[in-house]
Nanobody
């Protein structure tokens, strides 16, 4: 089992920045790719970004160029640097970790609100 805990959410003005963190514990040696999903009010959950164990990244078109995903394998922590935030980025952001054995683990989420 892998436990994931997100932090770093909050209220920010449009154009501002936030950095989310996701700390992994438990069977961290089994983690392959990690990533972030988000779910805005009244909308379906969507994939934001992913990063492989080797550091290969992928982004949704809506955040490409504004968000940067990274991970520190030594600290078992993943990050999402979010710049130039827009009101439409408001959502609960969830951390995910895919196991080498199959299966996906989810964090409980952290709320990001972009509003003036």
């Amino acid at each position: 089992q892998v436990q994931l805990v997100e932090s770093g959410g909050g209220l920010v003005q449009p154009g501002g920045s936030l950095r989310l963190s996701c700390a992994a514990s438990g069977s961290v040696f089994s983690i392959n790719a990690m990533g972030w999903y988000r779910q805005a009010p009244g909308k379906q959950r969507e994939l934001v970004a992913t990063v492989t164990r080797g550091g290969i990244t992928n982004y949704a078109d809506s955040v490409n160029g504004r968000f940067t995903i990274s991970r520190d394998n030594a600290k078992n922590t993943m990050y999402l640097q979010m710049n130039s935030l827009k009101p439409e980025d408001t959502a609960v952001y969830y951390c995910i970790a895919d196991s080498l054995r199959g299966g996906r683990f989810w964090g409980k989420g952290t709320l990001v609100t972009v509003s003036s």
